[in-house]
């Protein structure tokens, strides 16, 4: 039952257990699907881990994309890439990162914070994290989508790149999608805040660091919540949003979008639903619908020499713009 007073009690950060050594790892492990130098990042805790047999379905008998994939375990470990564990002991009271964490609560600010600290663990060694939370379905190897030719300089070059909150329907150019159409009827107005947390391309240390030193001394359900904060850093930095076959669940379910061909989605986030059983519901529903269409499953050799080289021939991370580039 939601109380009130325990949503808002103030909580402290959650101990992130670092990940440099397993991401390094994981990087010095060659790979023929996902690019050098760069890693998948995931986080689950005991309430998610039973997400994680959907989330990568679709991509397990990868094992040159399973071998780039490092995820915080908070409380169980399993066979899914590279599992740092991260303790779930009760002794850490309100710290504990295995209490319940639906959106109501100030424990599920904390835990959303935690992806920063892990950011900035995996880009002291990478040079690219694609980071995917524990609800969202990989349908087929985000890399290919990020690395053709239209995705590929944003991809290598911006700081950050993110699924839209909403999709940005009234900008064409933004939206130029095989799998996906916009609703002309229902077609959203662009989001004050267009970036959302669930699924990111970083290649800045500097942002992930400036992201996590403005965060509040104690989090609390209802301020500024870490997406907010990204929000307004992210224009410091080059940025963009992810094509829309990175998909969001919610686009479908306010009928702002249509799935035109499931084969051509990257990814499914089922962000709009708020607890475990209805997320690994709909989870298993995005992977049926991509069964029933006959959907190919990725392959081990689909990215060129040159995509597999595109974030290690890259010579500077990108940088905080200065305020002539803002400004241009």
Known sequence: MHVKAFAEKGRSAIDVPNVTSAVLAALQTPSTCVPSAAVLLSMATTHHMKLRR????????LDCFMSRVVSVCYGFEDEYGRCVVGSCDKALGLANPCLPSDYRRSQYVALNWAKWPLFMHALRVAKAALWLEAD??????PWEALLTEPQLGASVHDAVRYQYETPPCTIPRLVQSDAVSCSRSNSPHPHPEPLNCGQLLLNSLEFASEV??????????????????????????SESGMPLAFFNHCWKAKRHVHVTDPCALVSYHVTCEMVAKTKHAAMGAAIAMVAKHGCAISTPTALTRR????FARRRES???LTMQQRDG
């Open 318 to 320: 990108p940088h905080r």
């Open 136 to 141: 969202v379905v990989i349908l087929r190897n």
């Open 54 to 61: 959907e989330q990568f379905a679709r991509v397990r008998h």
């Open 307 to 310: 995509q597999l080289n595109a």
């Open 212 to 237: 996590w030193a403005s965060r509040p001394a104690v989090f609390r359900n209802g301020a500024v919540s870490q997406q907010g904060h990204a929000n307004a850093i992210k224009s410091n930095y």
